[in-house]
């Protein structure tokens, strides 16, 4: 059977919240089959624990900000993506703060920490949501849908009057059958423009951003003096929020998400409305990775 993973080892890493910009140490732990993600504050009197569960999330500003008793965690949404690409179905994730770290702005750091705890299957059937019929919710001219597909594929496409996004790229499907999760997505960065920053930081958002973790435009230009990782950088990076959003279902997918102008509040409004439709996902494993979906087979052979 196709079984659930979890990480072999802990490992520890430390780093600035993008919003918070507190120096936050996180340190990642396996867990025992069927626990899912939980994040846990051990900052706190009595530590907290909070599942990665999309009824959870309860701020949407800029990030996917988990809510519990009052208890929050900031910007789960990048070591979720990174999560869901390397098949890692239980794991802890200790937090002395209120955020996750931001590490370089994009997935890779926390697909590394992953690769080096190792990932090992656990004696447990993995279990997938399989999409049955389409979802679709609406915000104005933002869009975000689920429809049936027998794999895990995501299409994307943002709108901005820039020029330097207005070249790169707007629009991106992958389907992770045929792409690797992290050669084509993990290093894509977050990004922003220098003139938000000042509004964002009166705020309280984006108080530890900078060139460093994030990509950051003028009205004209990049202003990294290492310029893109990826001509298309802008959008992967909406993919890669995507993946990080959509494992809050707390199980992989099997579905064609599809989306435009898509955040991370109109991904959690998509995820509610599937979760309320029990007629439109089912629970299913395989037996073996000759029987699941060509996207699902790629992943046991990349990870297994």
């Known amino acids: 059977m196709l079984r659930q993973r979890s990480l072999k080892s802990l490992i520890r890493a430390t780093g600035i919240g993008l919003h918070t910009g507190r120096k936050v140490a996180m340190t990642l732990r396996p867990a025992q089959p069927d626990t899912g993600i939980v994040f846990r504050r051990v900052d706190l009197a009595v530590p907290a624990d909070i599942p990665a569960r999309a009824h959870l999330v309860g701020e949407t500003r800029l990030c996917s900000c988990l809510v519990k008793d009052d208890v929050k965690v900031y910007t789960v949404e990048h070591l979720m993506s990174a999560l869901s690409g390397l098949g890692v179905d239980n794991a802890y994730v200790d937090l002395d703060g209120p955020e996750v770290p931001i590490m370089d702005g994009s997935a890779a750091p926390f697909a590394l ?6 990932i090992e299957p656990q004696n447990a059937p993995k279990r997938f949501l399989r999409v049955l019929r389409s979802i679709e919710v609406r915000d104005g001219d933002k869009t975000a849908r ?3 597909y027998e794999g895990f594929k995501l ?3 943002i709108a901005y009057d820039h020029p330097v996004i207005e070249k790169s790229g707007s629009a991106l499907t992958v389907d992770f059958a045929e792409t690797s999760y992290l050669k084509e997505v ?16 009166e705020s309280g958002l984006a ?24 001509a298309d950088e802008f959008i992967r990076h909406k993919l890669l929020d995507a993946v990080g959003d959509l494992y809050l ?56």
């Open 249 to 304: 279902l707390g199980k992989p997918l099997l579905a064609a998400f599809c989306a435009h102008k898509s955040g991370h509040a109109l991904n959690n409004r998509l995820l509610r409305a599937l979760a309320s439709d029990p007629a439109a996902v089912e629970i299913v494993t395989f037996d073996s990775a000759e029987q699941a979906p060509s996207g699902v087979a790629r992943l046991v052979s990349q990870f297994g």
């Open 155 to 157: 299409t994307f496409s």
């Open 146 to 148: 689920l429809d049936p």
């Open 113 to 118: 920490l992953l690769q080096q705890a190792g």
């Open 207 to 230: 108080l530890g951003g900078g060139l460093d973790n994030a990509v950051v435009l003028d009205e004209y230009r990049v202003l990294n003096a290492e310029g893109l990782r990826f």
């Open 186 to 201: 993990a290093r894509a960065r977050t990004y922003g423009f220098m003139q938000d920053v000042e509004q964002l930081r």
